[in-house]
């Protein structure tokens, strides 16, 4: 399996930037698509942006403009940069790792979540 570790997370107030990091426990290389995703409490999780190994990258519409998303492949690392954050983007930021592994089905693996909290 695949194990992801978040980090970066904290309080910051509205304006402010802060920026997320997912360590994998294997080379991003050979995982198809790596991302964000948050959950604000009585919330669903929701896609906030993803990275292929190839380099494209997917923004859900409500941080499109404001959050960066990037790999560090020697690091095997994932970045979030997010700037002017709203109090509407305080959830726990979870880090997600989507593999397909040859001839079998799509597997994710999820990171504990790091605490983003946006104060107005």
């Known amino acids: 399996q695949v194990q992801v570790v978040e980090s970066g997370g904290g309080l910051v107030q509205a304006g402010g930037s802060l920026r997320l990091s997912c360590a994998a426990s294997?080379?991003?290389?050979?995982?198809?698509?790596m991302g964000w995703y948050r959950q604000a409490p009585g919330k669903q999780r929701e896609l906030v942006a993803t990275i292929t190994n190839r380099g494209s990258t997917n923004y859900a519409d409500f941080v499109k403009g404001r959050f960066t998303i990037s790999r560090d492949n020697a690091l095997n690392m994932v970045n979030l940069q997010m700037n002017s954050l709203k109090p509407e983007d305080t959830a726990v930021y979870y880090c997600?790792?989507?593999?397909?592994?040859?001839?079998?089905?799509?597997?994710?693996?999820w990171g504990q979540g790091t605490q983003v909290t946006v104060s107005s």
């Open positions: 997600n790792a989507h593999l397909r592994p040859l001839y079998s089905d799509s597997v994710d693996y």
């Open positions: 294997r080379n991003i290389f050979s995982i198809e698509t």
